[in-house]
């Protein structure tokens, strides 16, 4: 193993990205209703949404400790590269460079870059097959870093959410405002700011009129993405995904086009039905 990726589990992993041996996730812990989850490939999601619908209150979730992080750094990795939620929404990337500056003080010299996403849930993880990209060209550990960072400014993180009940639940939303927006179908548009924050782009009323638009929305900023991948991840609807991604096929030419499931972070603030788009 010459390298190592270290993604915390808001972003996912594909097939082949887990049969590599390059990477490795480290999960967020999430609480909810007297209820303990922890975001790995055991986590229950229908258990879990159960009990979000039920809740009066949100989730509440903790990023990777900084030791938890360091407990993935293989010795056998000659370069480590993490990456992680966008640091406006998390406090897991100011975690790891932590870990990082730990790892330094007992192990000076070793070659560790933290990546903040500024994106989250398929940007992780696009950023992560990035890196591997940049390693199977032969990159020098900085010119692949120099590479990745420039790709993380060129990538616009989209969604759209089925129900506003998180940010109701979290005090982002009046009662008042989200009864409306429920009872008049309004579903948020939202995508990323350059900084890694979340906006409000648009809006529309019905679900498959707002995912139109945020298809349509992502191929007016797509530009020139034939080099890119672009990927749809969503929280326990796959068809709706499907339909998604096939939509972006047909208006933005592209390298390759990933569907993914959503990790537990992610589901914990889009809730079932919703659709995240990156590119």
Known sequence: MSF?????????????????????????????????????????????LR????????????????????KLFSPEAERIYIVTISAELSGSYNSA?????????????????????????????????????????????????????????SQVTWFVLE????????????NFKAALATALKI?????????????????????????VRMVEMAAEAAGHAEQKEIAVSYVECPERGQMVLDALKERIPAKNYILLPASGLTATYANEGGIIVVI
């Open 97 to 153: 460079k932590l870990a990082q500056d730990m790892e330094d003080e007992d192990h000076p010299g070793r070659k560790i870059h933290v990546f903040n996403s500024k994106s989250a849930s398929i940007g992780e993880t696009l950023i992560a097959r990035k890196i591997w990209a940049c390693e199977k060209e032969g990159y020098s550990f900085e010119h692949t870093i120099e590479t990745v960072e420039a790709y993380i400014e």
């Open 187 to 211: 579903k948020p548009i939202c995508s990323s700011t350059p900084e890694g924050a979340i906006q409000q782009a648009g809006q529309a009323r019905g679900i498959n009129k707002a995912l």
């Open 4 to 48: 190592l990726v270290v993604m915390d589990s808001c972003g996912e992993l594909t097939e082949d990205m887990k049969e590599s041996g390059h990477f490795a996730s480290v999960p967020f812990l999430i609480d909810i209703a007297g209820s303990h989850f922890v975001d790995n490939e055991r986590f229950d999601m229908k258990r879990f």
């Open 51 to 70: 009990l979000v619908k039920e809740s009066p209150t949100v989730a509440r979730t903790a990023c990777p400790s900084p030791e938890r992080f360091r």
């Open 163 to 174: 129900t506003l009940d998180t940010l109701r639940k979290n005090g982002r939303l009046s």
